[in-house]
T-cell receptor
Framework: AQTVTQSQPEMSVQEAETVTLSCTYD???????LFWYKQPPSRQMILVIR??????QNATENRFSVNFQKAAKSFSLKISDSQLGDTAMYFC?????????????????FGKGTKLSVKP | NAGVMQNPRHLVRRRGQEARLRCSPM?????VYWYRQLPEEGLKFMVY????????ESGMPKERFSAEFPKEGPSILRIQQVVRGDSAAYFC???????????????FGPGTRLTVL
């Protein structure tokens, strides 16, 4: 069974600084997807970034980037130029590739989350 | 393009009553997932449905819980004879058909907060 571990229950960062959130996972699969979602106080789950395991290039989305180390089964999220609106719970999630069609369909396995506070 | 819709946003039930949670996927999405989030926890998968079919219900409790995604209308998560331990946030997510490039990506609704008194 796959597991996702986020070892930092809480973190804080000063506005405009850079912060890195850690995530490790355990799987015997070779093809899979990894995601970071954020959950602000509104409780809405918002997709931040996604990574296909077969791609060696790290995904980036504006101020958000990942460091994907497949051999180490590590998937950290870096937030640059932190903003007050980045304050939220951040969840790392894993999905195995179903092997059918172009994409795959299956359930997400979430870590317990990291509570990030951005301080002015 | 409207996102995933869930209603009600808040639902209060007394022990023994039934709870019905509704989810309308994003336009064009044919896959629906239900997750439960307990306080201070991550989301836990419950069930995955396509139109008129349950694909994976491995995370669903065996008793009192059921889900459907009919040909017409929203997906329904039904909890019969609710107990205090059912109090949680229930999230629905949807994803595009399998032949889409990003079919693997799930987009979440705002959730339904169920409180059992």
């Amino acid at each position: 069974a796959q597991t996702v571990t986020q070892s930092q229950p809480e973190m804080s960062v000063q506005e405009a600084e850079t912060v890195t959130l850690s995530c490790t996972y355990d799987t015997s699969e070779n093809n899979y997807y990894l995601f970071w979602y954020k959950q602000p106080p509104s409780r809405q789950m918002i997709l931040v970034i996604r990574q296909e395991a077969y791609k060696q290039q790290n995904a980036t989305e504006n101020r958000f980037s990942v460091n994907f180390q497949k051999a180490a089964k590590s998937f950290s999220l870096k937030i640059s130029d932190s903003q007050l609106g980045d304050t939220a719970m951040y969840f790392c999630a894993f999905m195995k590739h179903g092997g059918r069609g172009v994409g795959s369909q299956g359930n997400l396995i979430f870590g317990k989350g990291t509570k990030l506070s951005v301080k002015p | 393009n409207a996102g995933v819709m869930q209603n009600p946003r808040h639902l209060v039930r007394r022990r023994g009553q039934e709870a019905r949670l509704r989810c309308s996927p994003m336009k064009g999405h044919s896959h629906v997932y239900w997750y439960r989030q307990l306080p201070e926890e991550g989301l836990k998968f419950m069930v995955y449905l396509q139109k008129e079919n349950i694909i994976d219900e491995s995370g669903m409790p065996k008793e009192r819980f059921s889900a459907e995604f009919p040909k017409e209308g929203p997906s329904i998560l039904r909890i019969q004879q609710v107990v205090r331990g059912d109090s949680a946030a229930y999230f629905c997510a949807s994803s595009p058909p399998s032949d889409y490039l990003y079919a693997n990506t799930q987009y979440f609704g705002p959730g339904t907060r169920l409180t059992v008194l």
